[in-house]
Nanobody
Framework: QVQVIESGGGTVQAGESLRLSCEVSGREVTTLAMGWFRQSPGKEREFVSAMNRNGDKTSYGDSVKGRFTISRDNSKNTIYLQMNSLKPEDTAVYYC????????????WGPGTQVTVSS
């Protein structure tokens, strides 16, 4: 019932920025903890960022702290990931997840959006 769809990926040069969007349907985003993860070839899924359901707490993976920012637009039922100062190692498929069952685990995922950063 809850669906999330990522968008905004693309190919950019190192040092440039991208803004990813995660549109949520089926439930108000204000009732869901949301997170971003990424997966690159040959590596395990990596935590990027998350926001609690109240929207007053955020967290970031060490590799993106100071460069990425998670935010939420309640009127659009959408969360965003602003990515600045992109590096080639940020290249990955980025996935948005929702904690539908409120067990602190992300159990509903979107199809992902590709981000490619060239050097």
């Amino acid at each position: 019932q809850v669906q999330v769809i990522e968008s905004g990926g693309g190919t950019v040069q190192a040092g440039e920025s991208l803004r990813l969007s995660c549109e949520v349907s089926g439930r108000e985003v204000t009732t869901l903890a949301m997170g971003w993860f990424r997966q690159s070839p040959g590596k395990e899924r990596e935590f990027v960022s998350a926001m609690n359901r109240n929207g007053d707490k955020t967290s970031y993976g060490d590799s993106v702290k100071g460069r990425f920012t998670i935010s939420r637009d309640n009127s659009k039922n959408t969360i965003y990931l602003q990515m600045n100062s992109l590096k080639p190692e940020d290249t990955a498929v980025y996935y948005c997840g929702a904690d539908v069952t409120r067990d602190a685990l992300f159990d509903n995922w979107g199809p992902g959006t590709q981000v490619t950063v060239s050097s």
